[in-house]
């Protein structure tokens, strides 16, 4: 079955810094990889997607990258505010997986 | 266009009672998954469901476990006889269907459920 790998565990950046969030997947026929951010006691909240017709997609300061040949895509946070504070975790699925399998998460701290 | 609702928010239990808990998908969503959150840790699939069909309980201990999506009336995620490891976060989401395009999930805001 897939498994996702999510690097690193926690990540901290200087306000305003950029941060970058790898998922690595197994199965090939992956091909949805959604990205959600909690904060604490709060429920996942969907910030960013990507299917496998494209490599890129941006939404303000949120981007993601997809490297289908290597199995792994990214979450890039530019300008980073002291609100992005969250953990954040990637997720894959494929067509005929009825579900998402999602990384460890990634626990990202904004110091301003 | 209200979002997945789930209830009670806030559970107790002592060990050996029967927990309950409810999703509502969001409005014109017929697919629910439940999720099992440990604290510190990620989302956990346990169980995916379409109106009054299981399609992958592959997530799911199959014991005191279950769970349901009737044709009327919200998800239920049952548990029996809790034990103290059963103490986490749970969380339903929703979809439109389970097909390209219209597989994006929406979380609800979760049951914390408390075994004493």
């Known amino acids: 079955g897939e498994n996702v790998e999510q690097h690193p565990s926690t990540l901290s950046v200087q306000e305003g810094d950029s941060a970058v969030i790898k998922c690595t997947y197994s199965?090939?026929?992956?091909?949805?990889f959604p990205w959600y951010k909690q904060e604490l006691g709060k429920r996942p909240q969907l910030i960013i997607d990507i299917r496998s017709n494209v490599g890129e997609k941006k939404d303000q300061r949120i981007a993601v990258t997809l490297n289908k040949t290597a199995k792994h895509f990214s979450l890039h946070i530019t300008e980073t505010q002291p609100e992005d504070s969250a953990v954040y975790f990637c997720?894959?699925?494929?067509?005929?997986?009825?579900?998402?399998?999602f990384g460890p998460g990634t626990r990202l701290s904004v110091l301003p | 266009n209200a979002g997945v609702m789930q209830n009670p928010r806030h559970l107790v239990r002592r060990r050996g009672q029967e927990a309950r808990l409810r999703c509502s998908p969001m409005?014109?969503?017929?697919?629910v998954y439940w999720y099992r959150q440990l604290p510190e840790e990620g989302l956990k699939f346990m169980v995916y469901?379409?109106?009054?069909?299981?399609?992958?309980e592959s997530g799911m201990p199959k014991e005191r476990f279950s769970a349901e999506f009737p044709k009327e009336g919200p998800s239920i995620l049952r548990i029996q006889q809790v034990v103290r490891g059963d103490s986490a976060a749970y969380f339903c989401a929703s979809s439109v269907t389970g097909v390209v395009g219209t597989d994006t999930q929406y979380f609800g805001p979760g049951t914390r459920l408390t075994v004493l």
């Open positions: 997720a894959a699925k494929h067509n005929y997986g009825q579900n998402f399998v």
């Open positions: 409005k014109g969503h017929s697919h």
């Open positions: 469901l379409q109106k009054e069909n299981i399609i992958d």
């Open positions: 199965d090939s026929a992956s091909n949805y």
